[in-house]
């Protein structure tokens, strides 16, 4: 088992660019797999995650030139291109990978089995279940809640469903778009709040027609895509670590260049101006379908506030980070709405809380989130990830501001499924 040592840290300082944005990197690739033409995909993310939905395409006879770096090649198939796997396909520990393959697959003439890691294999299948097989589809996996491995077996064609989903996931959201391109009719599905709209943006860049309104989004099956050229930007939720660490840590100035800037993804930027962060937005660029920035951070004093709704939505992989900030700032946060992290690579908010506790913040759980009272020092220790990349790093950056020795971290190799480098590029700022 991996386990990474982190020093008190001196001020970070200087200009980097975070790897590719993961949520954005598997779309692209499934898109330009299921496209007609040549799809040219560059800062595509080398985490293990987006690896693993190009090598499940593949796996179905998807020819993609470059795999394991960050510019791929995708010969696009067509919609109706796919073939057998030979064999399960393993999703490792990529939730996003399992649930919009679901969607794609569901529509396929053929069978298909789709499995990945023991946390994968923990997380709940239902809510993708569910509305595919109103669509028709015959999906099935394991126990009341769906575990994977997930089965698909041909089905006799789907139909256009319309959905109300209720919880706001864009991987609901896109396994029900993506089966929706192999529906007979329209597909519609409502969320309560709107989760990230990468697949929207993808699908309508490549020349599909999306009819989108309010909380709504429709598409109509049987839609050519066509092959785009398309750059990845950095991935915010990787940048959201060193954003917090450059804040917390005295003397500090980071600028992180080419960063996704989405609306649906920055509630990390929001929460910390709140919370008194200096941050400037700067370079601002749309590139393809997706807006682009640099963002440079100063440290400052931070301070407590609450976090619920359609803010903390909006940062819904910053939940661990975030409690990091909370820990560093004067005065109480409030993290509410967020039973959905219950679900997440691990419970993320029982992680939190007792690695919190481990490192002396006065934290208190909820059933929907936690309650930290910020400001004491930090505490050096031993501390664990649960198997979760984003507890990994977060506990890292806490290691920089910690006091009494050195914060050690077990089991630090699934940092690797979403910021391969994390820690080299973490160094260099030093
Ligand atoms: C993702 C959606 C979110 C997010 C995950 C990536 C995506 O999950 O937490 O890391 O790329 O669609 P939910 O759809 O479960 O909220």
Redesign the pocket.
């Known amino acids: 088992m991996e386990k990474m040592t982190i020093k008190p840290s001196g001020p970070l300082r200087g200009s980097v660019r975070v790897p590719g944005d993961?949520?954005i990197s598997?779309r692209a690739v499934m898109l330009g797999a299921i496209a007609e033409g040549t799809s040219r995909i560059s800062g595509f993310l080398t985490g293990e995650d987006s690896v693993n939905t190009a090598r499940a395409l593949a796996a179905m006879g998807v020819e993609i030139e470059g795999m394991g770096g960050t510019e791929l090649v995708v010969h696009g198939v067509g919609l109706r291109g796919l073939k057998a796997p030979g064999c399960a396909l393993d999703l490792g520990n990529s939730?996003?990978s399992i649930r919009l393959l679901s969607g794609l697959l569901s529509g396929q003439g053929f069978g298909s089995t789709l499995t990945g890691d023991q946390y994968l294999r923990k997380r709940p299948m239902t809510r993708i279940v569910k509305p595919l097989s109103m669509m028709g589809a015959m999906i099935s996996g394991q126990g009341e809640k769906n575990y994977p491995p997930l089965n698909i077996k041909p089905s006799g064609g789907l139909n256009g469903i319309v959905y109300s989903s209720p919880i706001a996931?864009?991987?609901?959201k896109?396994a029900i778009l993506l089966a929706g391109l192999y529906a007979d009719g329209t597909t519609t599905v409502t969320e309560p709040m709107k989760?990230?709209d990468h697949t929207e943006r993808m699908l309508k860049y490549m020349g599909a027609e999306l009819r989108e309104d309010g909380l709504s989004v429709s598409v109509t099956g049987g839609q050519k895509l066509i092959a785009r050229d398309f750059m990845v930007p950095g991935d915010l939720s990787s940048a959201a670590f060193l954003m917090v660490a450059v804040a917390v840590v005295p003397g500090s100035k980071v600028t992180i260049k080419d960063v996704g800037i989405n609306p649906t993804r920055t509630g990390i930027i929001d929460i910390l101006r709140l919370m008194g962060a200096r941050i400037a937005i700067g370079n601002v660029r749309n590139d393809g379908p997706e807006p682009i920035a640099d963002i440079t951070v100063k440290h400052s004093e931070l301070n407590g506030i609450e976090i619920g709704g359609e803010l903390l939505l909006r940062a819904?992989?910053e939940f661990p980070i975030i409690c990091i900030a909370a820990a560093a700032a004067h005065g109480t946060t409030v993290i509410k709405d967020a039973a959905?992290l219950r679900v997440?690579e691990s419970d993320r908010i029982a992680a939190m809380a007792g690695e919190l506790t481990k490192i002396g913040v006065n934290v208190l759980e909820t059933p929907d989130g936690l309650i930290i009272h910020g400001g004491t020092p930090i505490r050096a220790a031993e501390v664990d990830s649960h198997g979760d990349h984003r507890v990994a790093m977060s506990m890292a950056v806490a290691g920089l501001i910690a006091k009494g020795g050195e914060m050690i971290i077990f089991d630090t190799e699934n940092i690797k499924t979403s910021f391969p480098g994390f820690i080299e590029l973490l160094e260099s700022l030093k």
Do not use: F, L, P, Y
């Open positions: 993961k949520s598997h939730g996003t996931s864009a991987q609901v896109s989760s990230r819904i992989d959905e997440k």
